[in-house]
């Protein structure tokens, strides 16, 4: 901490000392702000502030190194008597940090008192404008932050607690404005001599305004991280994990009776009826789906109106996206700015709306559940077929590349390198040199083959099912645009795939012959040794590479 705060101090007197030289230099005689300087002795002052500029900037450098150098053993020393178990990922790591976190909150408070005697002795005024601005944002924060009910108050209580940084550094901004107003003010009433006091008060104002800054900022960091920081500085205190701010959120403002009344009466704006009463549950999330969702069925407490209904009542789904997974909301939003969302079997969304902070829609919701897994296996080839008789629009593809690469332009030698670690055998070395080889022919091959549209990650805990019209997808917000046979689920057999290929000259604009199957088997092989590379199975994406040079005829 010491280290860090002499360090602080060097790093503004390499600033304020070459700047008195250059206005004792710049100048034909010894400036009135300058009376403790004889004229007659002014070179030596001159070659005097040069030296003390060079050593202070000198000392900065070192000093930085050196606090380093401490922080990094006290670092070390603290994961060392800290639990024996490892208890949270990268705790040698994270005792690191935080520790320098700490030793830099410390020096920060330091430099924050320091600088405030500092400004009570030069600037007192400043001090006290300071002080009284300090104490008007402080009690505006906690007034904010205390608010529950009233739209600007609670609005900018999310703000701030989602993103504390800017509201920090915009208070900061308007002390550092009305701080140097201040010095301005002064400057212009004083005399000629209270240029250095001047100066000097304004260099302590900027190291003040940003320890403050540092001192808030890691504070903030360390109270969120309190729950991984205890077990390391404190190896009594075992490891808990904490609730994440989404859970923390959701349960406040999903639970029942409040989730009942929310989605009742978005419901009943979005269908026109508010007659209805409603049944809304929570639903386990499913292993592929990025979102929460509540399912909603009508009430019906008429018996034989409802057994008239050959399905049963209409069900409906709110799906609710936090903040990592809303960018999903978004690239849906592009795919089906250029393709019908029929066309994909794409859930009818009703509505779409935020709601506490979490972006938010209402979606028909079929019989309620997945498909069976049966059912799965009878829908998935017309899936597949749907899809890649569906030729996508140019201006989709042309925003996906954008972006992007397809499959045929991420088979490249990088990809290819780490397979180098896995070799074993002469036969696996033969292998690996085949493929580098017959990489460019790969890439020409998969490159040809038409493109269509591809769920990433696609099974049937991604769908629900529907009465009449078969598995329906609830997101696409991970689509892709890939070569047909790049998709990791489109497994055909033998005569599915011929029967698809054929059809394709049919119903696709661009596509004037049947794709060779050899080609879209190619695809699938490429696309299985991508994968088992990305996942760092390394054997088993030789294995596929020899099967993969099968489907190139060599």
């Not at 990268?90 to 500092?118: C, H, K, M, N, P």
């Not at 269908?271 to 409603?278: E, F, R």
């Amino acid at each position: 901490m010491i280290a860090i705060v002499l360090q602080r101090v060097t790093q503004l007197l390499a600033f304020f000392l070459p700047l008195k030289v250059l206005i004792l230099t710049g100048s034909s005689e010894v400036p009135r702000y300058f009376p403790f300087i004889d004229p007659a002795f002014r070179s030596h002052w001159i070659a005097a502030l040069s030296l003390s500029a060079f050593g202070a900037y000198s000392a900065n450098l070192w000093l930085e190194r050196w606090a380093g150098r401490l922080t990094e053993k006290g670092g070390q020393a603290v994961a060392k008597h800290a639990a024996p178990l490892c208890v949270i990922n990268r705790q040698e790591e994270r005792a690191r940090r935080y520790y320098a976190d700490f030793t830099t909150l410390a020096a920060d408070i330091v430099l924050i008192a320091v600088a405030g005697l500092a400004l009570a002795l030069l600037q007192p005024f400043l001090l006290l404008v300071l002080l009284l601005l300090f104490a008007a944002e402080f009690t505006l924060a906690a007034r904010i932050l205390a608010a529950h009910e009233g739209g600007w108050w609670v609005k900018s209580r999310a703000k701030i607690l989602a993103d504390p940084k800017t509201a920090v550094e915009t208070a900061s901004a308007v002390n550092f404005f009305f701080g140097f107003l201040v010095l301005l003010c002064g400057l212009l009433l004083a005399s000629a001599e209270a240029f250095l006091a001047t100066v000097l008060g304004f260099l302590i104002l900027r190291q003040l305004l940003r320890s403050l800054r540092g001192a808030i900022r890691s504070t903030i960091q360390l109270t969120r991280d309190r729950q991984r920081i205890d077990p390391i500085f404190r190896p009594e205190q075992r490891w808990q994990p904490a609730e994440n701010t989404d859970t923390q959120a959701l349960r406040k403002h999903f639970h029942q009776p409040r989730r009942q009344e929310q989605t009742a009466q978005v419901l009943e704006r979005a269908l026109g009826n508010p007659h209805h009463s409603w049944v809304i549950r929570w639903e386990d999330p499913l292993p592929r789906r990025p979102f929460h969702a509540l399912s909603a069925v009508p009430a019906y407490t008429d018996f034989t109106h409802r057994s008239r209904l050959r399905c049963g009542p209409k069900r409906y789904q709110q799906q609710i996206f936090t903040s990592h997974s809303r960018q999903l909301l978004q690239d849906e939003e592009l795919l089906f700015q250029y393709v019908d969302r029929d066309a994909l079997r794409a859930v009818h969304v009703l509505v779409e709306f935020e709601q506490n902070g979490f972006l938010c829609r209402v979606c028909e919701s079929g019989l309620g559940r997945p498909p069976r897994t049966s059912e799965w296996r009878a829908w998935h080839p017309r899936m597949i077929r749907e899809r890649w008789t569906l030729s996508p629009p140019q201006e989709l593809i042309r925003a996906y590349k954008s972006a992007r690469y397809t499959l045929d332009e991420r088979l490249t030698e990088e990809l290819l390198k780490p397979l180098e670690v896995a070799i074993d055998s002469q036969d696996e070395a033969s292998i690996y040199e085949q493929l580098q080889a017959l990489l460019p022919d790969i890439r020409d091959s998969v490159g040809q083959l038409p493109l269509s549209i591809y769920p990433s990650g696609l099974d049937r805990t991604m769908a629900i099912m529907t009465a009449t019209h078969g598995p329906r997808i609830t997101t696409w917000g991970k689509w892709r645009v890939e070569p047909i046979g790049g998709g990791l689920k489109d497994n055909l057999n033998a005569g599915e795939l011929a029967s698809v290929l054929a059809e394709m000259p049919k119903k696709r604009g661009d596509c004037s012959a049947p794709p060779p199957i050899t080609g879209v088997r190619l695809a699938r092989a490429a696309r299985l040794l991508e994968d088992r590379i990305v996942n760092l199975r390394y054997k088993q994406a030789l294995h596929i590479a020899a099967h993969l040079m099968q489907h190139t005829g060599r």
